[in-house]
């Protein structure tokens, strides 16, 4: 595990170096051993958590999961060796691949995903739960400019400061997208954190008037935020997919990781989330734990 901590921030070193390659200089993870890395955001822990209990009750070897960052960091990390298994979400991760992909319906996405994986990468089975970005703001905001689309967005958009982290200002369906499919530009924007807590209270307080937060964040419900329509699909499916090495990809571990997104649909991924953001903070991994159990996906279940 001090191994695998290592070797991710020196990776994380390299992305943030002026020149670097971070693809240099990566250490395969034990050949026995799972590790699996996600995003720094409390859905991607959660669902690393899930696949990391099932596959040790499965009777695979598997190193504790490590919130890494945003895809930009943890992706090489998967390239270069440093983890096997990531969750990720499907049309992002098609145009962090190839930013001329349009596929914008499930199945297209996936089809394409696996086209668009570098070599000695493989994709399990997509889940139907889905997690999308989402253009958001108040309720009082969409009051007072009749806000439901993104379309009506527009116009209001140079007078506007917008939120979100640092990515999503340059990713193709970010900002890019934004104004190309909808003539949105805003007057400013606010690096904050990616759907966090820094830009729920940027968001609420009045820092910012629109911010990308995600479809299946219990903080959109909590706070009255309206998530704006996107009939132009700016944003493509957004489905679970576990992506993993192909040389760990065993038949066993496929199995467990396709019975998950068997399981897995919007409403429990909803649920977990809104468990983990209880009144109670419970561990995430008893979160992931529980929803195993109600799934019997874990415990001798068949």
């Known amino acids: 595990m001090r191994r695998l901590v290592a070797t991710l921030l020196v990776a994380a070193f390299a992305l943030a170096g002026c020149g670097g390659d971070p693809l240099a200089g990566g250490a395969d993870t034990d050949p026995d051993v799972i590790a699996i890395g996600s995003g720094n955001f409390t859905e991607s822990q959660l669902l690393a958590e899930v696949y990391a209990l099932a596959l040790r009750d499965a009777g695979v070897d598997v190193e ?35 930013e001329e992909a349009t596929a914008v319906e499930p199945d297209d996405v996936y089809r394409d995903l696996q086209a668009a994986l570098p070599p000695g990468l493989v994709l399990g089975e997509r889940s139907e739960a889905e997690n999308k970005d989402a253009v958001v703001v108040t309720r009082e905001t969409a009051q007072r400019w009749n806000l439901r689309s993104l379309e009506d967005l527009a116009r209001y958009c140079p007078d506007m400061v917008f939120g979100g982290g640092s990515e999503f200002r340059t990713r193709p369906d970010g900002i890019p997208g934004l104004e190309e499919n909808y003539g949105c530009t805003f007057g400013q924007y606010r690096v904050l954190d990616s759907g966090g807590p820094l830009t729920v209270a940027a968001l609420s307080g009045g ?21 704006l329509a996107d009939p132009k699909e700016n944003f493509a499916a957004q489905n679970v997919v576990p992506v993993m090495a192909e040389r760990k990809a065993t038949p066993q571990v496929r199995a467990v990781l396709d019975r998950i997104s068997a399981e897995l649909s919007t409403e429990e991924l909803l649920a977990m989330n809104a468990e983990a953001a209880g009144p109670d903070k419970p561990a995430l991994r008893t979160v992931a734990a529980d929803w195993l159990a109600r799934k019997q996906i874990v415990g001798g279940a068949p």
């Open 64 to 98: 504790n999961p490590v919130a890494i960052g945003s895809r930009e960091a943890y992706f090489p990390a998967l390239q270069d060796g440093s983890v096997d298994l990531i969750p990720d979400y499907s049309g992002a991760l098609l145009t962090y691949l190839d």
């Open 207 to 227: 820092d910012v008037q629109a911010a990308n937060l995600f479809t299946t964040d219990p903080a959109l419900p909590q706070n009255d935020f309206v998530p």
